[in-house]
């Protein structure tokens, strides 16, 4: 006999006319697929490209022009666009006081003398990152659960409750849970690498370790079918559709590809997703002032599409600047790309007194973009709800 729960999952609500929504992308179908389902076609290019080294090249320019302008994403729409001002004001504990908090307590973390705390700098910075890697994977999924639930108000929000459950089973089941073990398989997980967790025994490798990979594909293959044949049960739409699709490639990847490209995969669709994200709520923003400024560019070529192209232009600059400083982060020489185009100077950067303040720079600034992630999309709170709603569709 099956549990109800699981019951619910496989037979999901009984919708009669099964049909397939369309008309409910956040921009256009091109601008979409490109940023917001971007697991999909990165997943099936990783996959076809698989053992190539031009993916390494491919990967190393992601860095530059994406990660921290990921990581400065969710700053921008708080502090960068008008339509988030009145929500700032109203909440600054979220705002302001804790993200302040946040930062200093992490410099004090690193910088206390050991005479009070008698912890070694190494040690400590090991804490933080055992803090980053957890809090990181929970945000992972959570950007993923909100994307379904972007796509399922989007496309028919009579059926959203009903839902919920499952988006966050399948998000946090398959991108958090199933990650992590396949990481723990391949013998790549952190918790391995830092000897926090043992090593899969050497014996297993030829026997045990392939069949529970196969098996894991399979499981997370199934999940993907239940789940898209729910979403069009529920009329969902096909953004929602392809989404689910791209979370199924990516989490299938961690258990059939190589470690490094699914790294690749995973990280790349995180980042292109939140700036494709941003980019549009910050051009909206900009739209928006302009119309309040009788539209300085009206008579210009410039057109209202390009507005979202600004915000990009911003912060992949920002990134190629600032990535250098702040890969010291990775604190295991090797794993940086700045180190093959300014080899003397990540040398100089490591060796410099800066050296851990850069390091504390690098935590830091992830620790506030997860909760600031959480801040700006907050959409259980009725005035984010409406910034946020106005900036996405304005």
């Known amino acids: ?10 037979s999901g609500p009984q919708i009669q006319k099964v049909n397939l929504n369309t008309n409910c992308w956040v921009r256009s179908p091109a601008w979409d697929l490109f940023w917001l389902h971007s697991g999909v076609w990165l997943g099936l290019l990783i996959f076809a490209f698989s053992s190539q080294p031009a993916l390494e090249i491919f990967y190393m320019a992601g860095v530059f022009l994406f990660w921290i302008s990921h ?46 705390f008698p912890v070694s700098v190494p040690v400590r910075i090991l804490g933080l990152l055992l803090l ?14 909100g994307m379904l639930r972007l796509f399922q108000y989007r496309a028919n929000p009579s059926t959203a409750h009903s839902s919920h459950l499952h988006d966050r089973l399948f998000c946090w089941g398959t991108g958090f849970v199933l990650v992590l073990i396949a990481e723990l398989l ?46 069009l049960l529920q009329n ?53 002032s302009m119309s309040v400024k009788n539209r300085i560019f009206k008579k210009s070529s410039f057109s209202e599409y390009q507005n979202q192209w600004i915000v990009l232009l911003f912060l992949c600059s920002i990134s190629v600047i600032l990535t250098p400083f702040f890969e010291i982060e ?56 409406m910034s946020a709603k106005n900036l996405l569709f304005g």
């Not at 400065?72 to 993200?99: D, E, M, N, Q």
């Not at 026997?207 to 993907?224: D, F, M, Y």
Request: hydrophobic share 50%.
């Open 71 to 116: 990581r400065f994403s969710s700053f921008y729409i708080a502090w960068g666009t008008g339509s988030y001002s009145t929500v700032r004001k109203s909440h600054p504990l979220r705002y302001v006081i804790f993200p302040a908090i946040l930062v200093l307590s992490v410099f004090a973390f690193l910088f206390i003398p050991e005479t009070v």
């Open 186 to 231: 391949h013998g790549v997980s952190f918790l391995q690498q830092k000897q926090i967790l043992p090593a899969i025994p050497h014996d297993w490798g030829n026997e045990i370790i392939p069949i529970i990979l196969r098996s894991g594909t399979l499981l997370v293959l199934g999940i993907t079918a239940i789940m898209i044949r729910n979403a």
């Open 330 to 385: 990775a604190v295991s020489s090797g794993a940086r790309y700045s180190e093959v185009i300014f080899p003397s100077f990540m040398y100089w950067l490591e060796n410099s007194s800066w050296g851990t303040i850069l390091v504390g720079v690098g935590l830091a600034s992830g620790f506030l973009h997860y909760f600031m992630d959480r801040a700006v999309y907050r959409l259980s709170d009725a005035e984010t709800r």
């Open 132 to 145: 980053d890697f957890f809090w990181g994977m929970h945000h992972f999924a959570a950007q993923h659960y």
């Open 1 to 10: 006999m099956r549990l109800p729960l699981f019951n619910r999952i496989l």
């Open 236 to 288: 969902s739409g096909l953004p929602r559709i392809l989404y689910i699709l791209g979370l199924g490639i990516m989490v299938t990847g961690a258990f059939q590809l190589q470690p490094i490209e699914f790294l690749m995969l995973w990280t790349l669709q995180h980042w292109i997703t939140a700036l494709g994200l941003a980019a549009q709520m910050g051009g909206n923003d900009i739209k928006k």
